[in-house]
């Protein structure tokens, strides 16, 4: 049964990892449609309540378009990462129509200091490792897919872009260390909440457990950092954004590195909410609001407004 149910994810990757990319965006389409007319998903609920924790000034009309247009982007990047898996990086470096910022990234790969690329879950962020790739050796913390096949299916992805795939426990971070010190680039993901531990730091005046890893990584090496994100335009094409982030993340202690990082990320969500990824449950990384994705809506913003007034 288990080698059955393998060679059936195997055949459902290698399908959707072969149709076109505007296939993708249909099929995603189609699901998004389904899920804001019937409200189906417990995931839509956390996409909702995150927004108004994140976005309350905004009235409820435009939270509700912001919403559904997030739904919608969400899953289409997730049916996107398959075709992009599925694709040479020549085929998805072709698929990169317009770079703003790049003069960013040269400038840092110049200084051969090391560069840390602060890659939110924001867009389709898959479509930019080929292009980084051509410039730089990526190393890249990657934690197993539970389902071999998958697993599988992206590590063959990520060898095409010839990354370093490194464990996300302690070697990994010394290996990463290793390759900013030598000049290598690594991407990291600054929106998740630790396993263990992490310090207290506000986001959208929130105080969560947040991973000060970035931030140690960054001013330990001196290694360059920089913003970057891919939005889909309206052919089958994406633009990439490289942007600069507050010089004063290279000084001051790792929290003081971390909340600019908490802060650079809400500019960037505040410039485009429709495109962040909202169905991570970040906001229970409080002691206080452990069960905030299971109470009704009204009560759980009402802890949240507490925890705010409290932090």
Aim: aromatic letters at 10%.
């Amino acid at each position: 049964m288990t080698e059955k149910k393998h060679s059936m994810t195997t055949r459902l990757l290698n399908f959707f990892s072969r149709q076109p990319i505007l296939f993708s965006r249909f099929f995603a389409k189609i699901l998004a449609g389904i899920i804001n007319t019937l409200h189906i998903t417990k995931t839509s609920e956390t996409i909702r309540l995150n927004i108004e924790i994140c976005l309350p000034e905004l009235e409820a009309k435009q939270r509700e378009h912001i919403t559904r247009s997030a739904i919608r982007n969400e899953l289409q990047s997730y049916m996107e990462f398959f075709t992009i898996w599925g694709s040479t990086n020549q085929k998805n470096i072709s698929r990169i129509h317009q770079i703003q910022g790049e003069a960013y990234f040269h400038a840092a790969l110049a200084e051969q200091k090391g560069l840390i690329l602060i890659a939110p879950h924001f867009g389709t962020w898959e479509i930019m490792n080929a292009w980084f790739a051509q410039y730089t050796q990526m190393t890249i913390m990657y934690k197993p897919i539970k389902n071999a096949d998958a697993d599988n299916f992206v590590r063959v992805a990520r060898s095409r872009e010839q990354a370093k795939l490194v464990p996300t426990d302690e070697s990994g971070v010394r290996q990463i260390f290793k390759a900013l010190k030598t000049g290598g680039t690594t991407v990291i993901l600054p929106d998740h909440t630790p396993n263990v531990g992490g310090d207290m730091i506000q986001y959208f005046g929130v105080p969560l457990a947040s991973s000060n890893l970035s931030a140690k990584l960054i001013q330990k090496t001196k290694a360059r950092a920089l913003l970057v994100y891919a939005i889909r335009n309206e052919s089958d094409d994406f633009n990439m954004f490289i942007e600069p982030i507050n010089e004063h993340i290279y000084s001051g202690s790792a929290d003081d590195g971390t909340r600019i990082i908490h802060q650079t990320l809400e500019d960037l969500i505040q410039r485009y909410p429709e495109h962040y990824h909202w169905s991570y449950k970040r906001f229970k990384a409080n002691p206080e609001l452990g069960d905030l994705y299971h109470l009704p809506k009204a009560e759980a913003l009402k802890k949240i407004a507490q925890v705010r007034e409290n932090g």
